[in-house]
Nanobody, 131 residues
Framework: QVQLVESGGGLVQPGGSLRLSCAVSGFTLDYYAIGWFRQAPGKEREGVSCISSSSSDNTYYADSVKGRFTISRDNDQKMVYLQMSNLKPEDTAVYYC??????????WGRGTQVTVSAGDWGQGTRVTVSS
């Protein structure tokens, strides 16, 4: 059974980092190109990065993430990674991995949520220390 399972998402502050993982099973990873896509609320799914099959290992990055994201693969462990650094609020989305090979079906994972937010501040409370 073919499966792609993403993990590593979460809540992070702007400027922070996350590493997403895509664990694959049911097919030989070496022969497939793997892409990372993301979909923000109300927006279409967009390509973020991809890495070609192991015969060439070429990589591609969307302009919006160039210099901040790095894609890599470990065929022995059947894993593909997306290292994300200097995250921005506009990187907030559900991230999906996709496996593709010419002439074969395309496989998608179910996604992992990445939220980049500075969070909300409370009103604060005064503390007075007096002798």
């Amino acid at each position: 059974q073919v499966q792609l399972v993403e993990s590593g998402g979460g809540l992070v502050q702007p400027g922070g980092s996350l590493r997403l993982s895509c664990a694959v099973s049911g097919f030989t990873l070496d022969y497939y190109a793997i892409g990372w896509f993301r979909q923000a609320p109300g927006k279409e799914r967009e390509g973020v990065s991809c890495i070609s099959s192991s015969s060439s290992d070429n990589t591609y990055y969307a302009d919006s993430v160039k210099g901040r994201f790095t894609i890599s693969r470990d065929n022995d462990q059947k894993m593909v990674y997306l290292q994300m650094s200097n995250l921005k609020p506009e990187d907030t989305a559900v991230y999906y991995c996709k496996a593709a090979q010419i002439g074969r079906p395309v496989y998608w994972g179910r996604g992992t949520q990445v939220t980049v937010s500075a969070g909300d501040w409370g009103q604060g409370t005064r503390v007075t220390v007096s002798s």
